[in-house]
């Protein structure tokens, strides 16, 4: 089992930068990918970047590329979200994800961090 603690998130004035994190612990050797996904109120979860454990492969939405760094440190078993240039609409709960093949299904989720932008 595969257990993920999101934290970072908090109220930032738009034009500022957070770095949220996600510790990994249980079988994380058994992880393959790890992602970070958001939801705003009344919408629905987007996917926002992920990037595979052991290797150096990353996939990101095109929404979000130029703003959003997704980045892992295997030995302390956490993988990071760089926000830069927040805006009010990337006000969310953001998730961290963790899957443990290649089917593109996540098996396991965080709690969420909430991320608030103000103008």
């Known amino acids: 089992q595969v257990q993920l603690v999101e934290s970072g998130g908090g109220l930032v004035q738009a034009g500022g930068s957070l770095r949220l994190s996600c510790a990994v612990s249980?079988?994380?050797?058994?992880?393959?990918?790890m992602a970070w996904f958001r939801q705003a109120p009344g919408k629905e979860r987007e996917f926002v970047r992920s990037?595979?454990?052991?290797?150096?492969?990353?996939y990101y939405a095109d929404s979000v590329k130029d703003r959003f760094t997704i980045s892992r440190d295997n030995a302390k078993n956490t993988v990071y979200l760089q926000i830069n240039s927040l805006k009010p609409e990337d006000t969310a709960v953001y998730y961290c994800?963790?899957?443990?093949?290649?089917?593109?299904?996540?098996?396991?989720w965080g709690q969420g961090t909430q991320v608030t932008v103000s103008s």
């Open positions: 249980g079988s994380a050797f058994s992880v393959y990918a």
């Open positions: 990037i595979s454990w052991s290797g150096s492969s990353a």
């Open positions: 994800a963790a899957s443990i093949s290649t089917s593109g299904f996540y098996d396991y």
